[in-house]
């Protein structure tokens, strides 16, 4: 196995285990344009836990795309650990996200004709490698699935469909985790089991979590929120609380387009975002 666990957590909070460098992506052309990403650079330190926050189609999605080898970025460099993805082969993206990344969509992205079972098992299959029986059981155990693994994903609930989907990132033990709103489906306690596996993820095995979401509360359990705004970070917390970020996203969902009629404060016309603006 190719994991990054064996090392020391010591060694690892130097590392990086993935970022990005002045990334930029344009979709379309000529009057339909648009610039999902404009000039992204972060670092993602190996063993912590990010939240990426931000309005509908600030581009978080995007982003952990091109993070992880599944897009590519129209200009700026992208690397997992010290692989630069830009100019990599095909097969080598592949394995490269075969053996180092996992990844929970924001559209599950399961097998309709596989049980829950084959689909948590299908990368390690695919790769060839043997299932740590004891650790699938666990996650499974711990994200509430054990006694729905024969089902089809269509006889899944929604949020048993995006538990699978958790378990299939979780059970080789990828180096990296990116999980696009992999809570978006659930309940709060269905939530508060797959967050607090993510969360152990990194603390028990120094892997490396990166998430999207909406929601303050699973942003609390990160080490770290980023904050995105028309394509470009506008603002970071450290190990905040549901409600520092809470009050993070109401000044950046309360843009120019979005103030609420009868507020007592003058609205202040564009560049708000970019008083909040850090690096
Ligand atoms: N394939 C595509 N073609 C054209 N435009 C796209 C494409 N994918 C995304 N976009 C646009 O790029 C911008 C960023 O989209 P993205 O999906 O990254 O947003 P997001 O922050 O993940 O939003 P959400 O919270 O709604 O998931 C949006 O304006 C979106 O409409
Ligand atoms: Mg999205």
Same mark, same amino acid.
């Given at each position: 196995m190719t994991t990054a666990h064996t090392d020391s957590p010591a060694l690892q909070t130097r590392k990086i285990a993935a970022g990005a460098e002045d990334l930029t992506k344009v979709y379309g052309? &000529? @009057? $339909? $344009? %648009? !610039?999902? #990403?404009?000039g992204i650079t972060i670092d993602f330190p190996a063993g912590q836990f990010t939240a990426i926050m931000g309005p509908s189609g600030s581009g978080k999605s995007t982003l952990m795309h091109c993070l992880a080898g599944l897009d590519v970025a129209t200009s700026g460099r992208v690397r997992i650990g010290d692989v !630069?993805? $830009? &100019?990599?082969?095909d097969k080598a993206m592949t394995m490269l996200r075969r053996d180092r990344i996992g990844f929970v969509f924001q559209s599950f992205? #399961? %097998? +309709? $004709? #596989?049980?829950a079972a084959e689909n948590i098992t299908l990368p390690v299959d695919i790769a060839g490698r043997d299932i740590d029986k004891e650790w699938f059981d666990a996650v499974v155990g711990r994200l509430g699935i054990a006694d729905r693994l024969d089902h089809l994903p269509s006889e899944l609930s929604g949020g048993q469909q995006q538990r699978v989907a958790c378990a299939r990132a979780l059970v080789d033990k990828p180096e990296i985790i990116f999980g @696009?709103? +992999?809570? &978006?489906?659930? @309940?709060s306690r269905s939530s508060g089991e797959v967050l607090d596996i993510l969360r152990a993820a990194t603390d028990e095995f120094g892997q490396t979590v990166v998430i999207v979401t909406h929601d303050p509360r699973a942003a609390s359990y990160a080490d770290r929120v980023v904050f995105l705004a028309d394509g470009k970070i506008v603002r970071e917390l450290t190990s905040p609380s549901a409600d520092d970020v809470f009050e993070v996203m109401k000044n950046l969902d309360n843009g120019p387009a979005t103030a609420e009629a009868g507020s007592p404060e003058p609205a202040t016309p564009a560049a708000d975002g970019e008083s909040e603006q850090v690096g």
């Open positions: 052309s &000529g @009057d $339909t $344009t %648009v !610039e999902a #990403l404009r !630069e993805l $830009t &100019g990599l082969s992205n #399961l %097998v +309709p $004709t #596989l049980s @696009d709103e +992999p809570t &978006g489906n659930l @309940d």
